[in-house]
Structure formats: C-alpha cells, structure tokens
C-alpha cells in the first residue's frame, strides 16, 4: 500500500509540473508491481482450483495498463491495496483475544527444592512438586491449593472478576494469581496441563487453512461472470474500451472479498472472549444453520462427577451423623466415590475425624473405626454381608436403581444405619442451555449416551430432549449421526475418548475441553475452553447474526457495485471515479462487518460474578442438614415415640427460625433487588418472592405443630398434618434453592 499511495503522488506531482511521461511510467510502475502480486495469487488459486474474485482485480489492472489508462491503474491499485491493509487490521484486531492466551504462555515455575524456591523450566515440573505462584503470575500447570487464593480467570472464561479459592481445592493453569503469593501442588506436568492443551488448540486455529470466505466465494461464481459479462457487452455496443475498464473497476476489489471474511473473523474472536474456540470459518458459518443437535450424557449435561443427592437413615441415627462417620472414614480413601462423600460432608460443616484401623478392600468398601465407633462403608454386599436387610430400608435397592444413582452403603458398630445416594447430577447450566438452543433454531435435540437406559432416560425426560440414545457404542453414534445428516446440519457435543469419532462424524463437532479429553478437543472443530454448554448457545447466537451481517454486507455490496456497473456501461462513470466510488462501498460495508465485535456486547457491572454464585452455592450446602431433617422426620413420624417427634419439632422450628428464614430474608431484601435489575422488565422475581411466602407459612405451621404436638400419645390429624407440612417445606426449599442457583449461574455467564 504505501508503494502504491508514493507512486500515485509522485507521479501526480509530476504530471503537475508538465512531466506526463515520467508521471505515466510511475503511475505504470506502482501498478506493476500490484499486478503482479495479483497474477501470482491468481495464478496460485486456478492451480488449486479456487475461484474468487482477484481476477476482477486482475482483469482491471491490466485492462488499464494495456489503454494507457495508467492514473487509473494507480487508482485501482491504490484502492486495492488499501482494501487489503484494511481487511488485515481488522483481522489482527479481531485475533487479539486469541495471542493474548500465547502471550500469557509461562516459561518458568517457581519450585521448591528443600527450603529453596528455585526457578525451572516448565518441562521440569513434575506431579507431586511443591510451585509458589507469586502476585500477578500466570499459574503453571493444574494443582491442587495449599492456601487460599484469589485468581483472573479473565482470559480462559472471559469472568471479568476475580475469583476467590479455598485451600484444597483445584485450579486450572492459565489462571492470573489477582492477590497474594500461594502455594500449591502440582497435579500434571506442564504439557498435560489445561492450559498447554488450550495453547495448542489456540496454535492450530491460528494456523488452520479455514474456508472462512466460503459464503463469498458461492456468490462470487455468479458475480464474475456477470461483471466480464457486462463490461464485454458495453465495449461491443459501444466500440468503447474504456466503458469496459471502467465497468470492471467499480467492481473491483469488491465487499465480497473483504467484508466477509472480516465478520467472520470477527465472530470467532468474540466467540474466543466468552470461551468458545472455532477452529475454522466453515464451522461458524455451518453453526448458524444447526437443526440437530446430539448431545453426550456424563460430563457433557451432567458435571461428570459424583455428587450427594439424598441419604436414607435408619429412624433412631441422624442423617448428619451417618454422614460425618462415613465421610471421616473415606478420607483414607481415593476412589472418586468416596472424596465426593468427603465433599458433601465438609459442604455441609461437619467436623471430620481421623480414622484408625482403616483397611480397604478395592472395589468393596473400607472399615475402620472413628471417634471409638467401627464403621463399614461401601457396597451392599461389603457392608450387609449375610445379614437381612432391616424393615426401614426396604425398596432402597430399587430406589438406586430407577433413580439411577450409587449406593454408598454405612453400618455403626455391626448395624447396618444409611445409604447415601450419590449421583452424576445435572449442570447448572444444561436447562438453560437447551432452552437457549431451542430459541436459536434447534428442531431436535438427542442425547448420545453408553449409559444404562434407565439412567439416561431419567436425565433425559427431566431436560425435555427429544429422543434418548442409550447404551450406544462409537459405531452406533456414528450411525446415529450419519442418518441425520441426510435431513439437516447436525452438531455433536462431547467430552471423553469415545466422543472422538463422533465428533468428527458431525457437521460440527463441539467438545467440552476444560475438563473434556483431548482426543475429543483435537477431532472436534469447536472447544468450550470454559465447564458450561450455555456458551455454547451463545457461540450459535453469533453464528446466526453474523450471518445476517455478512449477508447484508453481500446484498449490499453487490448492489451498490452493479448499480455502478450499469451507470459506468452507460459512460456516466469514467474509471478514476469509478474506482473512489467502488472503495466507498468497500470502507462501508467493512464497518458494518466490524458490528460483529459489539454482538452481545455486556458491561462488568451487568453481570454477577463466580464469586456470588460460589457463596450462594456455600450458603445452600450449610442449610441443607436442616432440609434433611425435615424429610428424616416425615419419614421415620410412624416409627419414633411422640416425646421425640415433640422434641424434633421444635429443633426443627427453631434452625427454620435461626438459619433458614434469615437467608430467604436476606435474598429478598438485598440479592433480589440486584437480580430483578439484571434479568429487566416488571418485576421479575414476582415468583421466587412467592415461593418465600410459601415458606414463610410453612415454617409457622411447624413452629404451631411443635407447640401443639402432644408429648404421650399420638394424634392422627395432628400427625397426618405434620407428615404433609414437612413434606412440602422439604420439597419447595429443595426446588427453590435449584431455581436460585440456576438463576444466579445463568446471570453469571
């Protein structure tokens, strides 16, 4: 470009001063040299057989050179270089959120050796090794916390606050140490951490060779043709070349080449802000036309790890008693199992104790004994051995099954006391996820499953998909996926190794890569560099607008251009002038391929962060004993003396009084407010207000029940009416807390 804008000037200058031919032979020159750049391109893409639309450009250039048109070549050339400088800018602006991953890329750790903080190389980390992460540090490789921490999650999830972390927990490489130094313990090596595997995936989109101008090279088949055609004519009728040249320059360079491939680079720059890395243009442009959508089960809808769901105690042993036994001696256990009752219980603020004599059988169960008490923890058979099952748990076994959740079995002291339900539980984020999905365009949604067809079915009917796949194999999902394809573009999303081909399969393949394997990130052509699939909803959102931008940049464009076509066939429209005009159309239609950038655009301060999610989430886990409680009692109300029923009312009333009703308070005086001006419109926490009234009421009738219930015998409507209170209140507080975390989660995004 600056070649081309020197030549023109300086041959202008000269022409000024009354030297045309040293003027036409720098105009020729600057010329040249652009054409030839063009030719070699040309000639490059008949080579590999593409078709676009540089021969215009071509055609023009050396129409204009071959009449002595040489001012206007210099034009032409000017204007198409500039074009081309502007399509670069906006580019390398669109790919700023991808380099800045690889700029953020850490060379070093600092390690401990002994009492010695050492540097090292990254290949030199090790699983096990000790790592400081300073203030302002990008964290090295996946570990596990040894203090609390505080970190920038900005550039993997596109969080705009930072994060607060507890000591014990996991975090992702990548992450930006937002407060002070902290320790941790590394858990991979620097080439298997999440953030390597992120680097890589950003590497190969960068240097991808994507069909990303496919849309304007359909159109371009038809415009070529037509403008050679329509200069050709007006030479014929008119016995005028320069009619001809100037018909070809006004559709030279053309939005179609420029405008295009900028939205679309555009989209997957805003797609990689929010944590969706699309490897190619050819994706995004196929996401924007999705009918059909199949989805994995476990860690794809589901977290993909094992969660307490309920637990079912003999009538005489509290709930939160079987739990801290149990969870205190799975400590010395590192089955996924057994750390995730470990959770549920330090979730819950139970003090855990050290076990002694702890023995494990692999894949049974562990004993040992805790506080003086032996206990047994495992499967059904480990734990019961010969003995019957007691008359309190019958039709447990069948509840594991059909609700399709593991049964983690506890005896105390040789009696066997509780089962705790654990179960791969739904995201926060797939409800909301497949109703954004249906909004975009989806016309069916099919879980893709290897699991049991009662577990899938379950999850399944509860999300409302459209067709249930269960107990498939790889080939079978190929199938599966092959026979929609006929009818519709389809998507996949998966996370494990067996996802793998049908990922490929697919139209699109979506893989969850923050936690995902990274067979499934390599064959898929879009990765959720961040745990939720409603970016994933999102990503579809841009793809689709992005498409209408680039369609408007199309109609208009083309419009524009062959207006002038015919204006110039006529001789109204001398080349020079045709040129200016034609780079008009081009600087226009580029700034409207550039609105790609404010799609969905939000502020910080429109959003809430992890954080608040986090400690509403902390706050649901302290108050879930006493959700427990309330269905313990209703359960066991047959079997227990009515001076203890007396007794568990009014501990009842008196945690709903102490714990529950001031965190509903709280929320509606103070995070309701907050919410209601997030999500817009009148009033929009009307219900979740009423479902606050709802408790309220039910937690007098139990305050009414504990004063009134007669302490020596028992009273059947007094009872009949206790049982259906309890029963109630467990269910809507379960319900209620459910509808606020995906409320806050969604609002998080």
Known sequence: MTVCAITLAAGSVLHLQGMEDIADWMWCGGASLVLLSVLIDTVVAIWQRKFGLDLIALVSIAGAITLQEYLTASVITLMFAGGRALEGLAERRAQEEMSALLAK???????????????????????????????????????????????????????????????????????????????????????????????????????????????????????????????????????????????????????????????????????????????????????????????????????????????????????????????????????????????????????????????????????????????????????????????WSMGLGERVGYEGTAGVYVAIDGRFCGVLHMADEIRLDTPRAMRLMRASGVERIIMLTGDRRDVAATIGNSLGVDTVMAEQTPASKLAAIADARRNSVTMMVGDGINDAPALAAADIGVAMGARGAAAAAESAQVVLLVDRLDRLAFAVRIAQQTRTIALQCVAAGMGLSMFAMLVAAFGYLPPVAGAIFQEVIDVTVILNALRVLRLEKEKAAERLSADDVSKLQEEHARLLPVIDRLRWLADRADELPASTIREELASLSTSLQDQILPHESTDDATLYPRVARLIGGQDPMASMSSTHREIYRLSRTVDRLATKMPSEKRDKASMQEMRRTLYALDAILRLHFAQEEEIYHGLSS
């Open 105 to 391: 890329a850490p060379q070093f750790a600092n390690r401990y050796d002994g009492s010695v903080i050492a540097q090292v190389p990254m290949t030199a980390v090790r699983p096990g090794d000790r790592i400081l992460v300073r203030s302002g540090e990008t964290v090295p490789v996946d570990g596990t916390l040894l203090a609390a921490a505080v970190v920038d999650r900005s550039s993997l999830t596109g969080e705009s606050l930072p994060v607060s972390y507890s000591a014990g927990n996991a975090i992702a490489s990548g992450s930006i140490n937002a407060g002070d130094a902290f320790d941790l313990l590394a858990t991979n090596t620097s080439q298997d951490s999440t953030f390597s595997n992120i680097i890589r995936l950003v590497h190969a989109a960068q240097h991808s060779k994507a069909p990303a101008a496919r849309l304007a090279d359909r159109y371009a088949l038809l415009f070529v043709p037509l403008a050679l055609g329509v200069a050709g004519l007006s030479w014929l009728l008119s016995g005028d070349p320069n009619r001809a040249l100037a018909v070809v320059v006004v559709a030279t360079p053309c939005p179609l080449i420029l405008a295009v491939p900028v939205a679309i680079v555009c989209a997957m720059s805003r797609c990689a802000q929010r944590g969706v890395l699309i490897k190619h243009g050819g994706a995004l442009e196929k996401m924007a036309q999705v009918k059909t959508l199949f989805l994995d089960k476990t860690g794809t809808l589901t977290v993909g790890r094992a969660r307490l769901t309920a637990m079912a105690t003999a009538p005489t042993v509290p709930h939160e008693e079987v739990l801290r036994l149990a969870a205190s001696l799975e400590q010395m256990s590192n089955h996924a199992i057994a750390q995730a009752v470990v959770c549920a219980a330090i979730g819950r603020g139970l003090a855990l104790s050290i076990p002694e004599h702890a023995s494990e059988q692999p894949g049974a169960g562990l004993s040992g004994r805790v506080d003086g008490i032996e206990v047994r923890v495992g499967g059904i058979e480990y734990v019961l051995g010969s003995a019957a099952m007691p008359s």
